[in-house]
Protein backbone atom coordinates (compact mmCIF):
# COMPACT_ATOMS: atom_id res chain seq x y z
CA UNK A 1 0.00 0.00 0.00
CA UNK A 2 2.86 2.09 -1.13
CA UNK A 3 0.05 5.07 -2.47
CA UNK A 4 -1.84 7.22 -0.53
CA UNK A 5 -6.02 8.15 -0.70
CA UNK A 6 -7.91 10.34 0.40
CA UNK A 7 -10.95 9.57 2.51
CA UNK A 8 -14.06 10.69 3.91
CA UNK A 9 -16.04 9.44 6.78
CA UNK A 10 -19.73 10.51 6.65
CA UNK A 11 -21.07 10.06 10.30
CA UNK A 12 -18.29 10.66 11.62
CA UNK A 13 -19.94 11.80 14.75
CA UNK A 14 -21.44 8.34 15.27
CA UNK A 15 -20.07 5.75 17.75
CA UNK A 16 -19.05 3.42 14.60
CA UNK A 17 -18.26 6.47 12.94
CA UNK A 18 -15.63 7.14 16.15
CA UNK A 19 -14.46 3.94 15.84
CA UNK A 20 -13.65 4.33 12.19
CA UNK A 21 -11.76 6.96 12.77
CA UNK A 22 -9.70 5.44 15.46
CA UNK A 23 -8.87 1.96 13.66
CA UNK A 24 -7.90 4.02 10.67
CA UNK A 25 -5.33 6.09 12.67
CA UNK A 26 -4.43 3.20 14.89
CA UNK A 27 -3.81 0.72 11.95
CA UNK A 28 -2.07 3.56 9.43
CA UNK A 29 -4.27 3.27 6.88
CA UNK A 30 -2.41 4.97 3.64
CA UNK A 31 -4.56 8.49 4.30
CA UNK A 32 -3.60 11.53 1.86
CA UNK A 33 -6.45 14.01 3.41
CA UNK A 34 -9.35 12.28 5.54
CA UNK A 35 -12.59 14.54 6.01
CA UNK A 36 -15.32 14.22 8.57
CA UNK A 37 -19.02 14.40 7.63
CA UNK A 38 -22.26 14.51 8.94
CA UNK A 39 -25.82 15.03 7.72
CA UNK A 40 -26.38 17.83 10.62
CA UNK A 41 -24.04 19.27 12.36
CA UNK A 42 -23.79 23.10 13.61
CA UNK A 43 -20.14 24.14 12.25
CA UNK A 44 -18.55 23.69 16.03
CA UNK A 45 -18.27 20.06 16.17
CA UNK A 46 -14.91 17.84 16.13
CA UNK A 47 -13.56 14.46 15.67
CA UNK A 48 -10.81 13.08 17.07
CA UNK A 49 -8.50 11.07 14.58
CA UNK A 50 -5.51 9.87 16.14
CA UNK A 51 -3.21 12.75 17.65
CA UNK A 52 -5.52 15.39 15.35
CA UNK A 53 -8.38 16.99 15.43
CA UNK A 54 -10.88 17.26 12.58
CA UNK A 55 -13.42 19.74 12.34
CA UNK A 56 -17.07 18.11 11.14
CA UNK A 57 -18.14 19.25 7.77
CA UNK A 58 -21.98 19.16 6.51
CA UNK A 59 -22.11 16.59 4.17
CA UNK A 60 -24.57 18.64 1.77
CA UNK A 61 -21.48 20.64 0.50
CA UNK A 62 -19.31 18.11 0.03
CA UNK A 63 -17.10 17.71 -3.03
CA UNK A 64 -17.02 13.81 -2.99
CA UNK A 65 -14.95 13.65 -6.14
CA UNK A 66 -12.11 15.34 -3.35
CA UNK A 67 -11.81 11.71 -2.10
CA UNK A 68 -11.18 7.91 -3.36
CA UNK A 69 -13.13 6.18 -0.37
CA UNK A 70 -15.75 7.04 1.46
CA UNK A 71 -16.89 5.06 4.96
CA UNK A 72 -21.06 5.73 5.43
CA UNK A 73 -21.45 5.34 9.10
CA UNK A 74 -24.68 7.16 8.92
CA UNK A 75 -28.38 5.96 8.42
CA UNK A 76 -30.65 4.46 5.55
CA UNK A 77 -31.87 7.76 4.92
CA UNK A 78 -28.36 9.53 4.65
CA UNK A 79 -27.06 6.45 2.82
CA UNK A 80 -29.94 6.66 0.11
CA UNK A 81 -29.63 10.36 -0.41
CA UNK A 82 -25.40 10.73 -0.50
CA UNK A 83 -24.41 7.78 -1.88
CA UNK A 84 -25.53 7.56 -5.08
CA UNK A 85 -23.89 11.17 -5.10
CA UNK A 86 -20.48 9.67 -3.92
CA UNK A 87 -20.58 7.41 -6.68
CA UNK A 88 -21.21 9.55 -9.43
CA UNK A 89 -18.23 11.89 -8.00
CA UNK A 90 -16.17 8.68 -8.17
CA UNK A 91 -15.89 7.43 -4.80
CA UNK A 92 -15.72 3.80 -3.87
CA UNK A 93 -18.15 3.58 -0.46
CA UNK A 94 -18.37 1.31 2.29
CA UNK A 95 -21.46 1.48 3.48
CA UNK A 96 -22.32 0.13 7.57
CA UNK A 97 -26.53 0.90 6.84
CA UNK A 98 -28.70 -1.99 5.57
CA UNK A 99 -29.46 0.64 2.79
CA UNK A 100 -27.78 -1.64 0.29
CA UNK A 101 -27.08 -4.79 1.68
CA UNK A 102 -29.66 -6.92 -0.64
CA UNK A 103 -29.31 -5.51 -3.79
CA UNK A 104 -27.50 -8.01 -5.71
CA UNK A 105 -24.87 -5.96 -7.52
CA UNK A 106 -23.31 -4.62 -4.04
CA UNK A 107 -21.18 -7.21 -2.38
CA UNK A 108 -21.76 -7.94 1.39
CA UNK A 109 -18.50 -8.68 2.80
CA UNK A 110 -17.11 -9.85 6.34
CA UNK A 111 -13.08 -9.51 5.49
CA UNK A 112 -12.25 -12.78 7.47
CA UNK A 113 -15.27 -15.29 5.53
CA UNK A 114 -15.64 -13.54 1.79
CA UNK A 115 -12.71 -11.08 1.14
CA UNK A 116 -13.03 -12.09 -2.61
CA UNK A 117 -16.37 -10.73 -3.18
CA UNK A 118 -14.94 -7.32 -2.66
CA UNK A 119 -13.80 -7.51 -6.66
CA UNK A 120 -17.93 -7.23 -7.18
CA UNK A 121 -17.40 -3.36 -5.96
CA UNK A 122 -16.45 -2.68 -9.72
CA UNK A 123 -20.22 -3.01 -10.65
CA UNK A 124 -21.41 0.31 -8.58
CA UNK A 125 -18.51 1.19 -6.71
CA UNK A 126 -20.38 0.14 -3.17
CA UNK A 127 -19.62 -2.40 -1.00
CA UNK A 128 -21.70 -3.09 1.77
CA UNK A 129 -21.09 -3.76 5.51
CA UNK A 130 -23.51 -6.52 7.10
CA UNK A 131 -25.21 -6.07 10.93
CA UNK A 132 -22.52 -6.40 13.55
CA UNK A 133 -24.40 -9.57 15.12
CA UNK A 134 -23.92 -11.54 11.42
CA UNK A 135 -20.33 -10.60 11.09
CA UNK A 136 -19.49 -11.60 14.51
CA UNK A 137 -21.02 -14.78 13.77
CA UNK A 138 -19.97 -15.48 10.12
CA UNK A 139 -16.40 -14.94 11.85
CA UNK A 140 -16.45 -17.55 14.37
CA UNK A 141 -19.07 -20.33 12.03
CA UNK A 142 -16.64 -19.89 8.96
CA UNK A 143 -14.07 -22.67 9.66
CA UNK A 144 -16.58 -25.28 10.74
CA UNK A 145 -18.53 -24.67 7.50
CA UNK A 146 -15.23 -24.81 5.36
CA UNK A 147 -14.33 -27.85 7.52
CA UNK A 148 -17.62 -29.90 8.26
CA UNK A 149 -20.38 -28.09 6.12
CA UNK A 150 -23.23 -25.89 7.97
CA UNK A 151 -26.62 -26.59 6.86
CA UNK A 152 -28.93 -25.28 9.65
CA UNK A 153 -28.02 -22.45 12.23
CA UNK A 154 -29.92 -21.79 15.29
CA UNK A 155 -29.26 -18.86 16.90
CA UNK A 156 -30.34 -16.18 19.77
CA UNK A 157 -28.82 -12.49 19.88
CA UNK A 158 -28.26 -10.63 23.08
CA UNK A 159 -27.27 -7.14 21.35
CA UNK A 160 -26.13 -4.57 23.38
CA UNK A 161 -28.10 -0.78 23.15
CA UNK A 162 -25.04 0.70 21.43
CA UNK A 163 -26.89 -1.20 18.41
CA UNK A 164 -28.84 1.26 18.81
CA UNK A 165 -26.68 4.51 18.67
CA UNK A 166 -25.84 7.08 20.78
CA UNK A 167 -29.44 7.12 21.53
CA UNK A 168 -29.61 3.35 22.83
CA UNK A 169 -27.03 4.35 25.47
CA UNK A 170 -28.01 7.68 26.52
CA UNK A 171 -31.84 5.80 27.39
CA UNK A 172 -29.94 2.58 29.48
CA UNK A 173 -27.82 4.90 31.15
CA UNK A 174 -30.96 7.59 31.83
CA UNK A 175 -32.87 4.65 33.03
CA UNK A 176 -30.82 3.55 35.30
CA UNK A 177 -29.97 6.73 37.27
CA UNK A 178 -33.71 6.84 37.70
CA UNK A 179 -34.29 3.57 39.13
CA UNK A 180 -31.29 3.12 41.45
CA UNK A 181 -32.26 6.91 42.96
CA UNK A 182 -35.79 4.90 43.18
CA UNK A 183 -37.57 7.34 40.45
CA UNK A 184 -40.09 5.91 38.04
CA UNK A 185 -38.65 5.71 34.04
CA UNK A 186 -40.60 6.53 31.30
CA UNK A 187 -39.21 4.54 28.10
CA UNK A 188 -38.93 6.72 25.44
CA UNK A 189 -36.81 5.18 22.20
CA UNK A 190 -37.50 1.38 23.50
CA UNK A 191 -41.05 -0.12 23.74
CA UNK A 192 -40.12 -1.04 27.51
CA UNK A 193 -37.50 -0.50 30.10
CA UNK A 194 -34.45 -1.83 28.97
CA UNK A 195 -32.71 -0.95 32.20
CA UNK A 196 -32.29 -4.02 34.42
CA UNK A 197 -34.84 -5.44 31.74
CA UNK A 198 -34.08 -7.21 28.43
CA UNK A 199 -37.33 -8.25 25.32
CA UNK A 200 -37.13 -10.00 22.29
CA UNK A 201 -38.05 -7.05 19.82
CA UNK A 202 -35.16 -5.53 17.92
CA UNK A 203 -36.68 -3.68 14.54
CA UNK A 204 -40.49 -4.36 13.05
CA UNK A 205 -42.31 -7.49 13.20
CA UNK A 206 -42.79 -9.24 9.97
CA UNK A 207 -45.93 -10.97 9.02
CA UNK A 208 -43.94 -14.24 9.52
CA UNK A 209 -44.00 -13.30 13.37
CA UNK A 210 -40.23 -12.69 12.74
CA UNK A 211 -38.90 -8.92 13.41
CA UNK A 212 -37.05 -7.50 10.48
CA UNK A 213 -33.21 -7.65 12.71
CA UNK A 214 -34.20 -11.59 12.73
CA UNK A 215 -34.85 -11.73 9.18
CA UNK A 216 -31.76 -9.48 8.43
CA UNK A 217 -29.77 -12.10 10.31
CA UNK A 218 -31.40 -14.81 7.97
CA UNK A 219 -31.21 -12.82 4.36
CA UNK A 220 -27.21 -11.23 5.25
CA UNK A 221 -26.06 -14.84 6.74
CA UNK A 222 -27.22 -16.23 3.46
CA UNK A 223 -25.89 -14.12 0.84
CA UNK A 224 -22.44 -13.82 2.63
CA UNK A 225 -22.26 -17.01 2.52
CA UNK A 226 -23.55 -17.95 -0.90
CA UNK A 227 -26.40 -20.75 0.35
CA UNK A 228 -29.47 -18.65 -0.25
CA UNK A 229 -31.30 -22.21 0.97
CA UNK A 230 -29.61 -22.01 4.64
CA UNK A 231 -31.79 -22.91 6.99
CA UNK A 232 -31.62 -20.03 9.84
CA UNK A 233 -33.54 -19.44 12.45
CA UNK A 234 -32.62 -16.39 14.65
CA UNK A 235 -34.05 -14.73 18.22
CA UNK A 236 -32.95 -11.54 18.53
CA UNK A 237 -32.90 -9.87 22.08
CA UNK A 238 -31.69 -6.49 23.64
CA UNK A 239 -30.28 -6.14 26.64
CA UNK A 240 -28.62 -4.13 29.11
CA UNK A 241 -25.51 -4.16 27.89
CA UNK A 242 -23.61 -0.63 26.88
CA UNK A 243 -21.34 -2.33 23.96
CA UNK A 244 -21.04 -5.86 23.16
CA UNK A 245 -22.89 -8.48 21.10
CA UNK A 246 -23.41 -11.81 22.64
CA UNK A 247 -24.55 -15.20 20.61
CA UNK A 248 -25.81 -18.60 21.64
CA UNK A 249 -25.47 -20.48 18.47
CA UNK A 250 -26.55 -24.08 17.53
CA UNK A 251 -25.47 -25.44 14.18
CA UNK A 252 -25.95 -28.83 12.18
CA UNK A 253 -23.38 -29.94 9.72
CA UNK A 254 -22.70 -32.22 6.84
CA UNK A 255 -20.12 -34.16 8.88
CA UNK A 256 -19.43 -34.56 12.52
CA UNK A 257 -17.19 -32.29 14.26
CA UNK A 258 -16.30 -33.04 18.06
CA UNK A 259 -15.91 -30.14 19.90
CA UNK A 260 -12.27 -31.34 20.42
CA UNK A 261 -12.08 -30.36 16.56
CA UNK A 262 -13.94 -27.77 16.68
CA UNK A 263 -12.01 -25.92 19.21
CA UNK A 264 -8.92 -26.59 17.13
CA UNK A 265 -10.27 -24.81 13.86
CA UNK A 266 -11.51 -22.18 15.82
CA UNK A 267 -8.02 -21.43 17.54
CA UNK A 268 -6.39 -21.16 14.25
CA UNK A 269 -9.03 -19.30 12.70
CA UNK A 270 -8.30 -15.33 11.49
CA UNK A 271 -9.99 -12.91 13.70
CA UNK A 272 -10.97 -15.39 16.84
CA UNK A 273 -9.98 -15.68 20.22
CA UNK A 274 -11.37 -18.71 22.10
CA UNK A 275 -11.87 -18.38 25.82
CA UNK A 276 -12.85 -21.72 26.77
CA UNK A 277 -12.19 -23.23 30.16
CA UNK A 278 -14.70 -25.33 32.40
CA UNK A 279 -14.14 -23.24 35.51
CA UNK A 280 -16.07 -19.93 37.43
CA UNK A 281 -15.26 -17.20 34.89
CA UNK A 282 -13.48 -19.15 31.93
CA UNK A 283 -15.74 -17.56 29.44
CA UNK A 284 -15.78 -13.98 27.68
CA UNK A 285 -18.60 -11.51 28.30
CA UNK A 286 -19.28 -7.96 26.81
CA UNK A 287 -17.93 -6.47 29.75
CA UNK A 288 -14.76 -8.33 30.34
CA UNK A 289 -13.26 -8.98 27.15
CA UNK A 290 -15.32 -7.71 24.36
CA UNK A 291 -15.24 -3.97 24.78
CA UNK A 292 -12.53 -2.16 22.80
CA UNK A 293 -11.27 -5.17 21.57
CA UNK A 294 -10.59 -6.60 17.64
CA UNK A 295 -11.46 -10.14 18.48
CA UNK A 296 -14.58 -12.41 18.52
CA UNK A 297 -14.53 -14.62 21.05
CA UNK A 298 -15.68 -17.96 21.15
CA UNK A 299 -16.51 -20.49 24.28
CA UNK A 300 -19.03 -23.27 25.65
CA UNK A 301 -18.26 -25.69 22.42
CA UNK A 302 -19.83 -28.65 23.16
CA UNK A 303 -21.47 -30.79 21.04
CA UNK A 304 -25.35 -30.97 20.83
CA UNK A 305 -26.55 -33.61 23.09
CA UNK A 306 -29.77 -33.70 20.90
CA UNK A 307 -29.05 -34.57 17.68
CA UNK A 308 -25.48 -36.25 16.15
CA UNK A 309 -23.85 -33.70 14.16
CA UNK A 310 -24.40 -30.62 16.45
CA UNK A 311 -22.63 -27.94 17.84
CA UNK A 312 -23.15 -25.26 20.47
CA UNK A 313 -20.75 -22.04 21.38
CA UNK A 314 -21.16 -19.06 23.23
CA UNK A 315 -19.99 -15.79 20.85
CA UNK A 316 -19.05 -12.18 21.90
CA UNK A 317 -17.70 -9.23 20.23
CA UNK A 318 -17.36 -5.62 20.65
CA UNK A 319 -20.46 -4.99 18.20
CA UNK A 320 -19.38 -1.11 17.22
CA UNK A 321 -15.67 -1.86 17.16
CA UNK A 322 -15.41 -5.24 15.74
CA UNK A 323 -19.04 -5.71 14.30
CA UNK A 324 -18.87 -2.11 12.26
CA UNK A 325 -15.82 -0.36 12.44
CA UNK A 326 -13.22 -3.14 12.20
CA UNK A 327 -15.27 -4.76 9.25
CA UNK A 328 -15.05 -1.20 7.05
CA UNK A 329 -11.34 -0.67 7.68
CA UNK A 330 -10.42 -4.35 7.16
CA UNK A 331 -12.69 -4.22 3.64
CA UNK A 332 -10.73 -0.84 2.61
CA UNK A 333 -7.77 -2.51 3.35
CA UNK A 334 -8.20 -5.07 0.85
CA UNK A 335 -9.59 -2.68 -1.72
CA UNK A 336 -6.29 -0.74 -1.56
CA UNK A 337 -4.08 -3.56 -1.25
CA UNK A 338 -5.62 -5.70 -4.37
CA UNK A 339 -7.74 -3.85 -6.41
CA UNK A 340 -6.94 0.11 -6.13
Known amino acids: MSNTYNVAVVG ?135 AATITRINVATYQAVSGTGREGINELAHQTAQLLNARPVEPKLYAKQIAFNLFPHIGNFQENGYTWEEMKIVMETRKIMGLPALGINPTAVRVPVFFGHSEAINIETEMKLTAAEATQLLRKAAGVEVLDEQVDGGYPTPVTEAVNSDSVYVSRIREDISCPSGLSLWVVADNVRKGAALNSVQIAEILVRDYL
Do not use: W
Request: hydrophobic fraction near 45%; charge should be negative.
Open 12 to 146: AGSLVGEAILDLLAKRKFPIGKIYALEFATDGEQYVDFGNKTLDVEHVEHFDFSSVKIAFFASTEAVAAQYVPLAVAAGCVVIDDSACFRFEKDVPLVVSEVNPQAIVGYKQRSIIANPGSAVSQMLVALKPLHD
